[in-house]
């Protein structure tokens, strides 16, 4: 059982580029959750969905993209990297409400 | 806007010693969840305990307490018989109620623990 899994580990981006972070969950949760960690702070959330097919934006969305076509996949897109975009990336599931988030490992990006 | 704010960056305990770790949030909702996650050098973000604000009792969880004063708008963590393995980041986080789940997390705070 592999919870929530984020891919890549870790990427570096030229400015202007564009990528898909992958978050892929066998929970079988309904909230899926997309957070950025820039140094020395807590988390921010971008995006999150209630469910497949619908998304809203969190806190900080601009410059990001997300879909949520399955329960288990909540892609996150950057279309045109700028080094303000370096930072740790983390998807997190919850199931019922209230409950506690389930945190994937991470993805490190580094936009130079 | 909910805020989360944990205003001591860094702490330092002698193992087997009692740490307590201060968050303090601003909300206007009655009804809500406070959570402290632990984020070791790993980077992965761990759930240490949760408190229903709701419930007057304060959580507990094994070595970790929490100290919840709704009306202050306090929610400290205290470690007990702190252990190296307890050094990490610390983060306060606040659950907004009404389907969505979202966290509000404070800045963090580093806590080291020495032999």
Not at chain 1, 63 to 87: H, I, K, M
Request: aromatic share 12%.
């Amino acid at each position: 059982n592999a919870g929530v899994t984020q891919t890549p580990k870790f990427r570096i981006l030229k400015i202007g580029q564009s990528m898909t972070l992958q978050c892929t969950q066998d929970m079988n949760h309904n909230y899926m959750y997309w957070y950025r960690q820039d140094p020395g702070m807590g988390l921010k959330l971008i995006y999150y969905s209630v469910g497949a097919g619908i998304t809203d934006k969190g806190e900080v969305p601009n410059g990001y993209n997300v879909s949520r076509s399955t329960t288990e996949d909540f892609p996150l897109r950057l279309e045109l990297a700028a080094p303000s975009q370096t930072s740790v990336y983390f998807c997190a599931v919850t199931g019922q409400v209230y409950q506690p988030q389930h945190f994937g490992d991470g993805t490190r990006l580094s936009i130079l | 806007a909910q805020t989360v704010t944990q205003s001591q960056p860094e702490m330092s305990v002698q193992e087997a010693e009692t740490v307590t770790l201060s968050c303090t949030y601003d909300t206007s909702e009655s009804d809500y969840y406070l959570f402290w996650y632990k984020q070791p050098p790993s980077r992965q973000m761990i759930l240490v305990i949760r408190q229903e604000a709701y419930k007057q009792q304060n959580a507990t969880e094994n070595r970790f307490s929490v100290n919840f004063q709704k009306a202050a708008k306090s929610f400290s963590l205290k470690i007990s018989d702190s252990q190296l393995g307890d050094a990490a980041m610390y983060f306060c986080a606040y659950s907004t109620q009404g389907g969505s789940e979202k966290l509000v997390f404070g800045k963090g705070m580093k806590l080291t623990v020495n032999p």
